[in-house]
């Protein structure tokens, strides 16, 4: 009996889609799944007639496969994967690959990588983005851990992900140890901006502009020709349009609290950690969490008052300006999700290539996007570009857009709507853009009141002064923290 090429563990939907699409590639497939039940009802039912082999323990599936072995896990996040590599160590053989394919936390995925090593096996940490419909059509895939292992996966993971235009897969090796969760942690990250900027933009046009669902189905639907075509866009576009059983918005009915699964607020903490400043992304997170308050939110809208504005100008104006702040704030998303990958690499000494990952977003993945080609022509003509926005193509887009931009943040917040991500947006670019910030007098705060000392600019950099500000400290300095 021929043995399997590949065994998965784990029959949610998205280890059922996966299983499903490795096999119309042409791969023969053995399946585990905790609950026996569902191999069964998995194997007779959506999976009959197929090159799909139901297991009902660990050997026997590990039994099936054809060596090296390669065994997927598509379970939750956290201890069930450090369970199941426990318990597939045994049962493997030297040079056997065991894959993780769910969202785990990359620091996880270097501490597995380290072990299952030491244990004469290979690891691999691979993000797979695109959810349901990804994992069975063709998701975008970001594979790290043992570089041998890489090789014993590639045709495998090459032939179910995503294809761009010209056929190139939206699937590479990142890096080692926990270098592929982290750029998906990243690109889970910039997720969670591209949707509160889109949801700032619908609330201005349902609360200022007073449009209907159908007016911005209209507006999503124009934008996502032009180069904010995207999945995300191209989704919007759907749901405005979706009506209710009664003929109304399905949209209205929907209850205004956002989840969430960690990975955007993994992202934040990590910038913390490394000093990048990833300000839209942590308001996206933050305005999920305020999202999540909704009944205290309903009292504080008995007490506190706002303004009451009424937009009075150019309404089709106003939403080309919209258009553009968009466009600018997720130009800046994306420039701080590529200085956090950069800095990390620095921090970890992974060889990170930026123009393979932006390729590997380019199909599959939620964050898809027209303008992910472009990101890869700004790395190929400058691999070593420290800022997305000092590229010239960006630059000029930024430009083009910056008073479209400065007029939508400031409308929104004289009518009181919060648009948190965009104002962080054009904050990060008014701040980058400043050759002199006033930290200048916060370092004189900091020297004051503890000694922390500070840089002159009439001096070298690294040299350090203190200033007894009162007559009354000593000339002692304290000790400093950088990031």
């Given at each position: 009996?021929?043995?399997?090429?590949?065994?998965?563990?784990?029959?949610?939907?998205?280890?059922?889609?996966?299983?499903?699409?490795?096999?119309?590639?042409?791969?023969?497939?053995?399946?585990?799944?905790?609950?026996?039940?569902?191999?069964?009802?998995?194997?007779?039912?959506?999976?009959?007639?197929?090159?799909?082999?139901?297991?009902?323990?660990?050997?026997?599936?590990?039994?099936?496969?054809?060596?090296?072995?390669?065994?997927?896990?598509?379970?939750?996040?956290?201890?069930?994967?450090?369970?199941?590599?426990?318990?597939?160590?045994?049962?493997?053989?030297?040079?056997?690959?065991?894959?993780?394919?769910?969202?785990?936390?990359?620091?996880?995925?270097?501490?597995?990588?380290?072990?299952?090593?030491?244990?004469?096996?290979?690891?691999?940490?691979?993000?797979?983005?695109?959810?349901?419909?990804?994992?069975?059509?063709?998701?975008?895939?970001?594979?790290?851990?043992?570089?041998?292992?890489?090789?014993?996966?590639?045709?495998?993971?090459?032939?179910?992900?995503?294809?761009?235009?010209?056929?190139?897969?939206?699937?590479?090796?990142?890096?080692?140890?926990?270098?592929?969760?982290?750029?998906?942690?990243?690109?889970?990250?910039?997720?969670?901006?591209?949707?509160?900027?889109?949801?700032?933009?619908?609330?201005?046009?349902?609360?200022?502009?007073?449009?209907?669902?159908?007016?911005?189905?209209?507006?999503?639907?124009?934008?996502?020709?032009?180069?904010?075509?995207?999945?995300?866009?191209?989704?919007?576009?759907?749901?405005?349009?979706?009506?209710?059983?009664?003929?109304?918005?399905?949209?209205?009915?929907?209850?205004?609290?956002?989840?969430?699964?960690?990975?955007?607020?993994?992202?934040?903490?990590?910038?913390?950690?490394?000093?990048?400043?990833?300000?839209?992304?942590?308001?996206?997170?933050?305005?999920?969490?305020?999202?999540?308050?909704?009944?205290?939110?309903?009292?504080?809208?008995?007490?506190?008052?706002?303004?009451?504005?009424?937009?009075?100008?150019?309404?089709e104006a106003f939403i080309n300006d919209l258009l553009n702040a968009l466009f600018a704030s997720k130009i800046v998303s994306y420039a701080q999700g590529y200085a956090l990958m950069a800095t990390a690499a620095k921090t970890y000494g992974w060889n990170l290539n930026y123009g393979d990952i932006a390729l590997m977003w380019r199909g599959g993945c939620i964050i898809?996007?027209?303008?992910?080609?472009?990101?890869?022509?700004?790395?190929?003509?400058?691999?070593?570009?420290?800022?997305?926005?000092?590229?010239?193509?960006?630059?000029?887009?930024?430009?083009?857009?910056?008073?479209?931009?400065?007029?939508?943040?400031?409308?929104?917040?004289?009518?009181?709507?919060?648009?948190?991500?965009?104002?962080?947006?054009?904050?990060?670019?008014?701040?980058?853009?400043?050759?002199?910030?006033?930290?200048?007098?916060?370092?004189?705060?900091?020297?004051?009141?503890?000694?922390?000392?500070?840089?002159?600019?009439?001096?070298?950099?690294?040299?350090?002064?203190?200033?007894?500000?009162?007559?009354?400290?000593?000339?002692?300095?304290?000790?400093?923290?950088?990031?």
């Amino acid at each position: 009996m021929k043995k399997s090429d590949i065994g998965l563990i784990g029959l949610a939907v998205m280890g059922e889609n996966l299983v499903m699409n490795m096999e119309s590639k042409g791969f023969t497939v053995s399946v585990f799944n905790r609950t026996v039940e569902k191999v069964d009802r998995f194997v007779n039912g959506r999976a009959a007639g197929k090159n799909i082999v139901g297991t009902h323990s660990l050997q026997e599936l590990v039994d099936s496969l054809e060596k090296p072995r390669k065994v997927m896990l598509m379970v939750k996040a956290g201890k069930p994967v450090d369970d199941f590599i426990e318990q597939l160590i045994p049962l493997l053989e030297e040079g056997d690959v065991i894959i993780d394919g769910g969202n785990s936390h990359f620091p996880d995925t270097t501490r597995r990588t380290r072990y299952v090593e030491s244990k004469g096996l290979l690891y691999i940490g691979t993000g797979v983005s695109g959810g349901e419909e990804g994992a069975l059509h063709g998701p975008s895939m970001m594979p790290g851990g043992s570089p041998a292992a890489w090789p014993l996966v590639k045709p495998i993971f090459q032939a179910i992900c995503a294809k761009v235009e010209d056929g190139s897969p939206c699937c590479e090796w990142v890096g080692e140890e926990g270098a592929g969760h982290f750029v998906k942690m990243v690109h889970n990250g910039i997720e969670y901006g591209d949707m509160e900027l889109i949801c700032e933009v619908y609330q201005i046009m349902k609360d200022y502009l007073g449009m209907s669902a159908e007016e911005m189905h209209d507006v999503f639907a124009k934008w996502n020709e032009g180069k904010l075509n995207s999945y995300l866009i191209e989704i919007t576009r759907d749901i405005l349009a979706y009506k209710d059983e009664d003929g109304s918005a399905l949209v209205d009915h929907i209850l205004d609290t956002a989840g969430q699964k960690g990975t955007g607020k993994w992202t934040s903490i990590s910038s913390l950690d490394e000093g990048v400043p990833l300000t839209l992304i942590t308001q996206a997170v933050y305005a999920r969490c305020l999202s999540a308050i909704k009944e205290e939110r309903v009292e504080a809208s008995k007490i506190l008052k706002g303004p009451k504005v009424t937009f009075t100008g150019d309404k089709e104006a106003f939403i080309n300006d919209l258009l553009n702040a968009l466009f600018a704030s997720k130009i800046v998303s994306y420039a701080q999700g590529y200085a956090l990958m950069a800095t990390a690499a620095k921090t970890y000494g992974w060889n990170l290539n930026y123009g393979d990952i932006a390729l590997m977003w380019r199909g599959g993945c939620i964050i898809r996007s027209i303008f992910l080609g472009d990101i890869k022509k700004a790395f190929e003509k400058d691999p070593n570009i420290r800022n997305l926005l000092l590229d010239d193509y960006f630059r000029t887009a930024v430009e083009e857009a910056q008073d479209s931009w400065r007029r939508v943040c400031a409308s929104a917040m004289l009518a009181g709507i919060p648009v948190p991500a965009m104002t962080a947006a054009l904050n990060y670019y008014d701040g980058y853009r400043c050759d002199r910030l006033p930290a200048n007098l916060l370092q004189a705060q900091r020297d004051y009141f503890g000694a922390h000392t500070y840089e002159r600019t009439d001096h070298p950099r690294g040299e350090f002064f203190h200033t007894n500000w009162t007559g009354e400290g000593g000339d002692t300095a304290s000790t400093t923290y950088e990031v």
